[in-house]
């Protein structure tokens, strides 16, 4: 099963995953910047959004981003961690396979 220690931005749970992030708010576009490790060697998914980092707008445009990207409703989404951080963790509930695969297709179809 993927997680994070094998180049994944995420981690396999009962209940779904939780995407570790990175995010660039006031950016040109919603998008992918691709995967990197971060300073205590786990991968993260880098998205940059428009909007910026006040009153919580970022991190709405990067839950509604991903609910679009992923073809999940906003509510199977919640931040879990980092709202006034760049560093950010997102758990997303479903099937856990099904997210895995939805993650792994939308990531490396953005940047590899």
Do not use: C
Not at 33 to 55: C, H, I, K, Y
């Amino acid at each position: 099963m993927p997680s994070a220690s094998s180049e994944r931005p995420y981690a396999i749970g009962p209940d779904g995953v939780r995407l570790e992030l990175r995010l660039t708010p006031k950016a040109r576009a919603d998008r992918i910047d691709g995967l990197a490790l971060d300073a205590d060697g786990q991968w993260v998914l880098r998205l940059a959004v428009t909007a910026p980092p006040e009153d919580g707008k970022a991190n709405r445009a990067l839950i509604a981003f991903l609910a679009k990207s992923l073809k999940l409703p906003q509510s199977a989404l919640a931040l879990v961690q980092g709202a006034g951080h760049r560093r950010k963790r997102v758990a997303i509930q479903g099937s856990p396979n099904e997210l895995a695969a939805r993650l792994d297709a939308w990531i490396g179809g953005q940047h590899g």
